[in-house]
């Protein structure tokens, strides 16, 4: 009789096996998406062009190298529930969210599902999504960013030309808050 093993072995051999079907079945959808393009198509209407991978220029590898440093650098802004965050992959940007920091804290995104963000910094979190998107990714390289903050508010008072109350910007100093409130008055 043959041993069951239901380790992570067969486990790892099984989606190996899963992946490699995955494969057949892309290069046999593309085999016939060129073999329908090089058909005499009749009708008025183009067919849909195919997503060909992104080649990226030099230009745009330092511009994400600068948005991941900045990303990096501000470790003043703790994230908090009602934030709206930005979750930007560098090679992946169908993976690109937009979401809301729900009231307990935590954010749903669609790979790594629901994630705790309520308390940490957007560098933390990114690090933490790209432990959790390796299942899935070789290398995630995501980046978080805080899109707004609708619960916050910085109020500026005294002897400025509009005080009220202002939503803060990530990394906001005091004299920016005053140029904000239009600056002191005269």
Excluded at 60 to 85: F, H, R, V, Y
Excluded at 127 to 137: F, K, T
Aim: aromatic share 4%; proline share 9%.
């Amino acid at each position: 009789m043959a041993p069951t093993n239901v380790g992570p072995l067969s486990f790892a051999v099984a989606r190996a096996r899963t992946h490699c079907a995955t494969r057949l079945i892309y290069c046999i959808a593309w085999v016939l998406l060129a073999c329908a393009c090089s058909s005499h198509n009749q009708s008025a209407e183009p067919l849909p062009q195919a997503r060909t991978p992104a080649i990226l220029s030099p230009e745009q590898c330092a511009a994400n190298a600068a948005i991941t440093k900045a990303a990096m650098q501000d470790t003043t802004s703790l994230i908090e529930p009602g934030d709206q965050l930005a979750t930007d992959f560098y090679l992946s940007p169908e993976l690109n969210t937009k979401v809301t920091v729900g009231p307990d804290g935590n954010m749903a995104l669609p790979v790594a599902g629901v994630v705790r963000a309520a308390g940490l910094i957007p560098g933390h979190l990114a690090a933490l999504l790209n432990q959790a998107y390796l299942r899935e990714l070789r290398n995630p390289n995501v980046t978080v960013h805080i899109l707004g903050t609708p619960g916050r508010q910085i109020y500026v008072g005294g002897e400025v030309a509009h005080p009220g109350a202002f939503p803060p910007l990530p990394g906001m100093t005091a004299l920016q808050a005053i140029s904000t409130a239009g600056g002191l008055g005269e």
